[in-house]
């Protein structure tokens, strides 16, 4: 892959900071690589992660999160969300965790039963 100029030349100014032992994203003097201030301001970024009672995953997270939300909120499990709608707990986690979407007379129950469009 090809970078652009402006690409290239952001990497020099970069390198050429670290060199320099300053932050190589604002070029204030910092002993490692981001100063504070840009180290703060880069985990902000991050979105916060919503810890469920009914599951522990150990590597994922959540894509769908308006219905993880409603299911965390409520404390509603996978499996009793399945029962209520007709299908399997694995179903839902594929929901919640995969970005899989349901086929439409399932989908309109979990709506309704959510009261908002959520896929």
């Given amino acids: ?12 100014l970069r390198d050429k900071r670290k060199a320099s032992g300053l932050c190589t994203r604002c070029g204030k003097a910092s002993e490692t690589v981001l100063c ?3 180290k703060q301001q880069l985990r902000s970024y991050k979105k916060p992660r919503i ?3 009914f599951r522990k995953p150990r590597k994922w997270t959540a894509t769908n999160y308006s219905l993880y939300r409603y299911m965390v909120e409520n404390n509603i499990s996978a499996k009793k969300l399945g029962e209520m709608v007709g299908v399997s707990e694995r179903a839902v986690l594929r929901w919640v965790f995969e970005k899989a ?4 007379p399932v989908k309109s129950k ?3 039963l959510v009261g908002d469009s959520i896929f």
């Fill in 1 to 12: 892959m090809k970078m652009t100029a402006s690409a290239q030349a952001m990497r020099h």
């Fill in 36 to 38: 504070s201030g840009c």
């Fill in 51 to 53: 810890k469920a009672a």
């Fill in 101 to 104: 979407t349901p086929k439409e």
């Fill in 110 to 112: 979990v709506e309704s």
